[in-house]
């Protein structure tokens, strides 16, 4: 079993940035790989960041590509958000499992998940 927390979320206004920490606890291991989505008010889940364990890369969504960052340090992994935007609002929570390629994005591919921590940015 594997245990995951998140931490950071707040209310920022437009052009602000926020950092979201995950800190992994249980049968975890490097053979993971950790991710983050996010949860939009009445939408569904969606991806937006993952760093694959088995091919080192790191892949982000279009819409949040080159102002969020995501990296890892042990059995954690943070997400570095920046000139948020308010349809950056979500609850995010981070993922942990074992994802092949084709599945890195998707909600199925991750077996653990975290309680999520709100996100709300305004204009």
């Known amino acids: 079993q594997v245990h995951l927390v998140e931490a950071g979320g707040g209310v920022v206004q437009a052009g602000d940035s926020l950092r979201l920490s995950c800190t992994a606890s249980?049968?975890?291991?490097?053979?993971?790989?950790m991710a983050w989505f996010r949860q939009p008010p009445g939408k569904e889940r969606e991806f937006v960041a993952t760093?694959?364990?088995?091919?080192?890369n790191t892949y982000y969504s279009d819409s949040v590509k080159g102002r969020f960052f995501m990296s890892k340090a042990n059995s954690a992994v943070t997400l570095q958000m920046d000139v948020l935007k308010p349809e950056d609002t979500a609850v995010y929570y981070c993922?942990?499992?074992?994802?092949?390629?084709?599945?890195?994005?998707?909600?199925?591919?991750?077996?653990?998940w975290g309680q999520g921590t709100q996100v709300s940015v305004s204009s």
């Open positions: 993922a942990a499992g074992r994802p092949i390629l084709s599945s890195l994005r998707t909600v199925a591919g991750y077996s653990y």
């Open positions: 249980g049968a975890i291991d490097s053979t993971y790989t």
């Open positions: 760093m694959w364990a088995r091919g080192g």
